[in-house]
């Protein structure tokens, strides 16, 4: 177990839905990122959150946002969605943005389905 | 091309044999290398994490990067079946930016 958890496991939706993805990272981790892991595409980095604040952007969609609260949970928002939306989303935590010796840790994510 | 490269597998191989992963990437500037470990329908687990070039080791595995090469391995000896998971090299620059391998599947049979 990581220490990173994740909610919910799984979701169903339909095409044109906005969805609501939730990560609470480890205990004093202050960084949390979003992944997007495909068959095709692999694990794709979309966004970074330090401390409440955006740090890094990845391939993220416009229909796609994120936010990380004072409490340092992190929220995923899917909106307008679309079948290649279907994915696994994973969120990862890390002690500090810019270090080195800074390692990811993955939760067990989030499969989401888009009939 | 993609910035890094990784075979998709699968692999097969018996129990107790010596498994040897590989990824190769285009960017120079990449220093921090990695390896996770992935289960099915679970996250991804950090196996292994390397600073520049050279070899490290903790128990069965050993991890080796070449940067010269452009070059990144991992090398499982005595592989049990426990081990058979998807094997994701992931990589970046002095940044928290991971840039992961497609992933390989190894498969250990008894």
């Known amino acids: 177990d990581s220490g990173v958890t994740q909610t919910p496991k799984h979701l169903i939706t339909a095409t044109g839905q906005r969805v609501t993805l939730r990560c609470s990272p480890r205990s004093g981790d202050l960084s949390v990122y979003w992944y997007q892991q495909s068959l095709d595409q692999g694990l794709q980095f979309l966004i970074q959150?330090?401390?409440?604040?955006?740090?890094a952007k990845g391939n993220i969609l416009e229909r796609f946002s994120a936010q990380q609260f004072p409490d340092l949970h992190s929220e995923l928002n899917l909106s307008s969605l679309e079948l290649g939306d279907s994915a696994l989303y994973f969120c990862?935590?890390?002690?500090?943005?810019?270090?080195?010796?800074?390692?990811?840790?993955f939760g067990p994510g989030t499969r989401l389905t888009v009939l | 091309q993609k910035e890094v490269e990784q075979d998709p597998g699968p692999l097969s191989v018996p129990e107790g044999a010596i498994v040897s992963l590989n990824c190769t990437y285009s960017n120079s500037a990449f220093q921090y290398f990695m390896w996770y470990r992935q289960y099915s329908r679970k996250g991804p687990e950090l196996l292994m994490y390397t600073y520049s070039s050279g070899n490290k080791e903790d128990g069965r595995f050993t991890a080796q990067v070449d940067k010269s090469s452009k070059y990144i391995s991992l090398f499982i000896r005595d592989s049990q079946p426990s081990d058979s998971a998807t094997y994701l090299c992931?990589?970046?620059?002095?940044?928290?930016?991971?840039?992961f391998g497609t992933g390989t599947r190894l498969q250990v049979f008894p």
């Open positions: 990862a935590s890390s002690v500090d943005a810019g270090t080195g010796a800074d390692t990811q840790y």
């Open positions: 992931a990589m970046r620059e002095n940044t928290d930016k991971l840039i």
């Open positions: 959150y330090y401390n409440g604040e955006e740090r």
